[in-house]
């Protein structure tokens, strides 16, 4: 392991954020076109990220931006009808781009309660016409059809949620310091760091997929929960070769392995480690009881209302479709705070996820119709949010197929 160097200035280590960006995060291929976007706040890492990106021989880099003001003022004065719209054209741009082989990197940097304060009919129009104008290139994107990542810059307004006591610039660089530390930069080598980190987590996944468990067995404060996993459930972590074979990592940071549960097949009290922050709203206390996979009780110190209207989105949305085992000791469960941010906030400690299950944590996913998927029990649902259950009080065990009980995990941490 390469030890922490000492003295390195900000400059360097936003230089080398861009470079493990493009050589760890995209694997950036000679001649690839690169789309990129960004607030406009990260316009000092885009330009670390664009140099990396040409020296790695890419062939055009180009960056969208984004900049809360003007999109609060489509929400200030733009005619009410305006809200059905999106962008369609630039979609399907980037559909085109895909498709033509470019890589894509998106940096995460979002003011996390910027339309907190707008109407939530027109926040929800807005958001449900870019789904369905984005939804073609995004499959290209959740289907790995090429290269992709996101990393994050740290951005006044999301550093002002994070530190609401410091003066903008202390908050922003304390949040550029975890940013750093977390994505594993403050090393000598954080190239060869990035390897080893994505060879345990692909170790770990291999370790748990030779155990074949048919459920897993949580107990900690509040939880005493048994959740079943889908026939033929796959644990996956780190990097994939995407379709085009570029080798990819698609999360910086990424900490967690994840399959897919039996969404028929969850039972027990379940009590959350930390409070969700979703949509503008923060939900906490979160305490639910499962029957049979189903959220049968749904109690919360604080937002109950919106976790009453989340679980009843769809039948889906109060079945679990996704289970993450993260160790407490990962770097962003040791910075202690709380990102509202869920590239960082998922990867902080082990969660489950109500909604939508992945089919590639199936075996042979991709060729399956949605009766088979159901059938092995991945849950269908329009929502995916992910709740943190995971502390350093947390034990779990894996239960095999013929009922005997392994630990997996002992006081947050792998056995
Ligand atoms: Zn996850
Ligand atoms: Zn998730």
Not at 74 to 97: I, Q
Not at 107 to 131: F, M, T, W
Not at 175 to 189: C, V
Not at 320 to 331: C, D, I, K, N, Y
Request: with cysteine.
């Amino acid at each position: 392991m390469a030890t922490v160097a000492q003295d390195v200035s900000f400059a360097q280590k936003l230089d080398q954020l861009a470079r493990v960006a493009i050589e760890v995060g995209l694997g950036l291929t000679r001649g690839q076109e690169l789309l990129m976007t960004a607030p406009l706040d990260a316009v000092a890492l885009v330009r670390r990220i664009t140099e990396h990106a040409y020296r790695a021989g890419a062939s055009l880099v180009t960056t969208l931006y984004t900049d809360d003001e003007t999109t609060l003022m489509r929400y200030h004065y733009a005619p009410d009808e305006a809200f059905d719209k999106a962008a369609g054209w630039l979609y399907d741009g980037m559909g085109a781009a895909f498709r033509s082989g470019s890589a894509r990197l998106a940096i995460s940097g979002a003011h996390p309660g910027l339309l907190s304060k707008e109407d939530p009919g027109k926040v929800g129009r807005a958001n449900q016409a870019v789904s369905k104008a984005y939804r073609p290139a995004l499959e290209l994107i959740t289907r790995h059809e090429i290269n992709w990542t996101i990393v994050a810059a740290a951005t006044p307004p999301w550093a002002a949620a994070m530190f609401p006591e410091d003066d903008p610039e202390t908050a922003t660089q304390k949040l550029w310091d975890a940013i750093f530390a977390i994505t594993r930069i403050n090393s000598e080598d954080p190239v060869a760091d990035w390897k080893s980190h994505d060879a345990g987590l692909h170790r770990r996944a291999e370790q748990m997929n030779a155990k074949r468990y048919a459920a897993l067995h949580y107990r900690g404060p509040g939880t005493d929960f048994r959740l079943g996993l889908a026939d033929d459930h796959l644990w996956m972590g780190g990097g994939t070769t995407a379709a085009n074979g570029v080798y990819c990592v698609p999360n910086m940071p990424t900490e967690e392995i994840f399959t897919t549960p039996h969404k028929d097949r969850a039972d027990g009290l379940v009590t959350a480690s930390k409070p969700l922050s979703y949509q503008g709203t923060m939900i906490e206390g979160i305490r639910v009881r499962f029957e049979k996979g189903r959220i049968v009780e749904a109690h919360a110190t604080r937002g109950l209302e919106v976790l009453e209207k989340l679980i009843s989105t769809d039948e889906g949305a109060r079945r679990l479709g996704e289970v993450a085992l993260v160790p407490h000791s990962s770097p962003i469960a040791a910075s202690g705070l709380t990102f509202f941010n869920t590239l960082f906030d998922e990867n902080a400690a082990s969660h489950i996820a109500l909604g939508q299950a992945y089919t590639n944590c199936l075996k042979d996913g991709d060729k399956l119709t949605p009766e088979e998927l159901a059938a092995r029990g991945a849950n269908d649902s329009l929502i995916h949010v992910d709740w943190m259950i995971g502390s350093d009080k947390l034990d779990i065990d894996g239960i095999t197929a013929s009922g005997s009980a392994e630990p997996v995990m002992r006081g947050g941490e792998w056995v």
